[in-house]
């Protein structure tokens, strides 16, 4: 090692408000943020021992100028929307005379962006480039830019450093199977960075992973965050198998969730899987009910069959859904914000993400925007591109004061109180139910059981006080109290009607009254009055537009 590099300071850039970021939903539960920066303590863990770490969310807490003193290296990963937080950190950190490494996927795909930002770039993946710079740092020197287009064998991924967490923090712990995807979704960059070609973890090798999290004392939900979780149907099942019996053995400490295709609709052994491995709910990316915008992206898989029918099958397998929805492809009509609110509505989707099309570098959406003269390439601040907030780098074939309006609409039927609990009310309903009272309660108790386990564990530990616990609650009752009164009316008929017709259900209410409170807080506090002064601003430029001609025909 060299003496002059020893201590590493891994920094993870602060999210804006976004409907990804649950800032509203987080105060609510006694959380900072939803969930680790799982890279950056993959990183640490690829590092050898004789390098002192320290890590930072600043999603949890801020950079303190005696962390900047002890710091050599000043490492920090980032997806776009973090990119206002990147830069700034970087530029106090070289103001401090610190290296400062990037890497993560915005600056893998964004490079020449963030070039004049940092003194040496990681991209691509750490199991590769990462252990490349520290040799080199070995050596006393070190490149601008560490990049490689091989895939590493991620069976060698060592477990990640969640001792480095501070598991307090968060609303959900998460781990990662695998990594590549085998579709070809034109606007999605997952298969440019990690390939088509998924790669998995071994059973045993998660196991460890899960050992790990289990030591530190955390109990809760755990999201596996794969971009497609069923890319390998056949490792996916393997996994599931040793899950369920891990979970039995040490008294079903974790729920899980991850990200799917629709397709494991028509796998009913994986559904199966699922459910008995402890999961409880999965995202989808479903983007359309348009037969010729998901043509036009090549999402094959959701041309087979219904797609409401296929949400629905998953719903009845015990599965919550959530969704991501897109408007602005090419082929969308002008009916297709009436059809992405009637879709989301029969399928019972409570929690949907809409949002423009966006082409992200790399993707072949970007190349074929580019060729056809439509990518908006003006440099745009995060806060701009978050879901929700309008942002698209691309001319659409519908006119843009048209999509805005109409994406208005969509966010303001789907996230009206009443509209948004139906929504969840009606997937209940579909779900699978334990034929008798005998059999609800005790799902009832195997559900809520969780997170007693969590709080009993923390006070048994000594990392939480009765007081401490105490305290908390009387915050979150003045939090719930600020409720706003159409909010609140609607969530309370929504908790009598799960409690009278779906018991068994009850340890989710509280999820979905305070996630769904985030849903209405950003979408009526940020996302509406970001799309009307957006909507304003077109209506400012066409004006001007009709007097520069009026005086060009005078």
């Not at 980032?78 to 830069?87: D, G, V």
């Amino acid at each position: 090692m060299n003496d002059k590099y020893k201590n590493i300071l891994m920094v993870y850039p602060k999210f804006p408000p976004t409907y990804w970021g649950s800032q509203y939903y987080l105060p609510l539960i006694g959380k900072k943020a939803a969930m680790p920066p799982l890279g950056l303590i993959t990183i640490a863990a690829m590092t050898p021992a004789d390098y002192q770490i320290r890590l930072i969310d600043l999603n949890c807490e801020s950079l303190q100028e005696s962390d900047l003193a002890w710091a050599d290296i000043v490492c920090l990963s980032a997806m776009l929307t973090q990119k206002s937080s990147l830069f700034e950190t970087a530029a106090r950190s070289r103001a401090a005379g610190k290296l400062v490494v990037f890497g993560g996927p915005y600056p893998t795909a964004c490079s020449e962006e963030c070039t004049p930002h940092c003194d040496v770039q990681v991209l691509n993946e750490g199991e590769i480039t990462w252990r490349e710079f520290l040799q080199d740092l070995e050596r006393g020197t070190y490149k601008s830019v560490y990049t490689t287009p091989d895939k590493p064998d991620v069976t060698k991924t060592p477990v990640p450093r969640f001792d480095l967490l501070n598991l307090d923090y968060y609303a959900m712990n998460s781990v990662q199977f695998s990594r590549g995807c085998p579709y070809l979704c034109e606007f999605c960059d997952i298969t440019v960075m990690f390939g088509r070609k998924p790669r998995t973890k071994t059973p045993p090798q998660m196991m460890k992973e899960l050992d790990a999290i289990y030591d530190t004392g955390f109990r809760g939900v755990i999201f596996v965050v794969d971009d497609n979780f069923i890319g390998n149907k056949k490792e996916a099942k393997k996994l599931l198998a040793a899950l369920a019996e891990w979970n039995a053995e040490r008294g079903h400490p974790f729920f899980y969730g991850t990200e799917v295709t629709v397709n494991l609709a028509d796998d009913a052994e994986l559904l199966d899987l699922l459910v008995k491995a402890n999961f409880i709910w999965v995202f989808m990316g479903i983007e359309t009910p348009s037969a010729d915008s998901l043509k036009e992206t090549r999402k094959f898989q959701n041309l087979k069959g219904s797609l409401v029918e296929h949400v629905w099958r998953i719903q009845q397998a015990g599965l919550l859904t959530y969704g991501s929805f897109i408007v602005g492809f090419d082929s969308d009509t002008d009916d297709i914000f009436a059809r992405q609110i009637e879709f989301i509505t029969d399928a019972s989707i409570a929690n949907a993400m809409i949002g423009p099309l966006v082409a992200l570098p790399g993707t072949p959406l970007f190349a074929r925007m580019k060729q056809s003269g439509r990518l908006i390439e003006e440099l745009t601040g995060d806060e701009e591109r978050t879901l929700g907030s309008g942002y698209t780098n691309i001319v659409t074939r519908i006119p843009r004061k048209q999509l805005l309006e109409g994406h208005l609409r969509v966010i303001r039927t789907l996230y009206e109180p009443e509209a948004y609990f139906k929504r969840a009310l009606e997937m209940f309903s579909r779900m699978s139910h334990p034929a008798t009272v005998a059999g609800r309660l005790k799902r009832l108790f195997f559900l809520t059981a969780s997170g007693v386990r969590n709080l009993v564990s923390k006070w048994v530990n000594g990392k939480i006080s009765l007081r401490t616990m105490w305290r908390q609650y009387q915050q979150q009752k003045i939090i719930y109290k600020q409720f706003p009164e159409g909010y609140k009316k609607a969530s309370h008929e929504f908790s009598r009607r799960v409690m009278r017709e779906y018991p068994d259900q009850i340890p989710f209410i509280m999820h979905y009254i305070t996630l769904g409170y985030h849903y209405y807080m950003f979408t009526f506090d940020h996302a509406v009055p970001g799309l009307t002064k957006l909507l304003a601003d077109e209506d400012l430029i066409a004006q001007e537009s009709e007097l520069e001609r009026e005086a060009s025909a005078a």
